[in-house]
Each structure stands twice: as structure tokens, then as C-alpha cells.
């Protein structure tokens, strides 16, 4: 790599991530507006399909949102009918988020339309070149991860 002041906007890799950023979020509007959710909002769904419910702190770092960010998406979702949140009987501090059956029904209506955003995302790439890339972007993220504004448990 040339030095930082040499390189185009093409060589900068944080450029290039926000773009391809840019350009994923006007794919998931192209497959998915017709749901009015967000990325983030189905990430919310799908996490809770995939651990049951959680309070929404363990949520928040499972999708890797802040807890402010975390309270505005629950709220949206739980308005919906989609999740539910209780206060947890041991700590009436503490939200627990549960995905209802409404909410489970509308992600599994959604997944086709993610996962045809996700190959359009990568579809320029061919088919071994797209699993080298995910797993280096995969690669990237746990090495930075401690990095972020907001924590994220990688699986």
C-alpha cells in the first residue's frame, strides 16, 4: 500500500466498506421494503428466533447496537406485535425480549428476500472468491472487534 495521502478513494478500505455498507442497505430496501423493517430490525428477529428470549442488554451485544439504539429498535418491533418485553422477575431493572409468534411468522416471510439481498451483495464475486471474501471480512471483524462503539458476541 502506498502511503495514507497517496491513495484514491478505490484503495481505502474504509471507503470501500462504507460503500459496499451503502450499497447492501439499498439492496435490503429493494428486496425487503415491502416488510418496513430494517436490517438492524430483522437482525433483532432473527436473533431472538435463534436464542429465545433475552434481556435486551444481551441483545444489544448480540447484534452489536448500542443499548440506546437497542431501546428504539425493541420499541419499534414491540409496537408492531412482533416481540414482547416484561420486566424480568428476578430484577424489574432488566427487559426480557421474547419473539411472538406474529414476529417468528414475519422473519420466516422475510428470509427469502435477505437471502436473495445477501447473494446480491456479494453476486460480482465468484462463488470461491465470495467465501474468501466473507471469511476474511468474518477475519476482520473479530480481530477489530473490541474496536467498535458497541460490543458484539461473534459466534
Same mark, same amino acid.
Given at each position: ?6 491513495l ?28 418496513k ?6 437482525? /433483532? %428477529?432473527?436473533? =431472538? *428466533?435463534?436464542? !429465545? ?11 452489536? +447496537?448500542? #443499548?440506546v439504539?437497542?431501546?428504539? /429498535? %425493541?420499541?419499534? =418491533? *414491540?409496537?408492531? !406485535? ?6 424480568d422477575?428476578?430484577?424489574?431493572? +432488566?427487559k #426480557? ?5 406474529l ?25 470461491r ?12 471483524v ?12 461473534l459466534?
Amino acid at each position: 500500500m502506498r502511503s495514507r495521502g497517496d491513495l484514491s478513494l478505490g484503495e481505502r478500505p474504509g471507503f470501500l466498506v462504507r460503500r459496499l455498507h451503502q450499497i447492501h442497505l439499498a439492496l435490503f430496501a429493494e428486496e425487503c421494503g415491502r416488510f418496513k423493517v430494517t436490517p438492524v430490525q430483522y437482525s /433483532v %428477529l432473527t436473533a =431472538l *428466533e435463534r436464542h !429465545g428470549p433475552l434481556d435486551q442488554a444481551s441483545l444489544a451485544v448480540a447484534v452489536g +447496537i448500542d #443499548r440506546v439504539n437497542a431501546t428504539g /429498535v %425493541l420499541s419499534r =418491533l *414491540e409496537a408492531r !406485535g412482533l416481540i414482547q418485553r416484561d420486566p424480568d422477575p428476578g430484577d424489574r431493572r +432488566i427487559k #426480557r425480549c421474547a419473539l411472538r409468534a406474529l414476529g417468528r411468522n414475519f422473519a420466516r416471510r422475510m428470509a427469502a428476500a435477505v437471502e436473495r439481498c445477501h447473494r446480491r451483495t456479494v453476486a460480482a464475486l465468484p462463488a470461491r472468491e465470495r467465501r474468501n471474501f466473507l471469511t476474511s471480512l468474518e477475519r476482520l471483524v473479530r480481530a477489530n472487534n473490541a474496536l467498535g462503539r458497541a460490543r458484539l458476541r461473534l459466534e
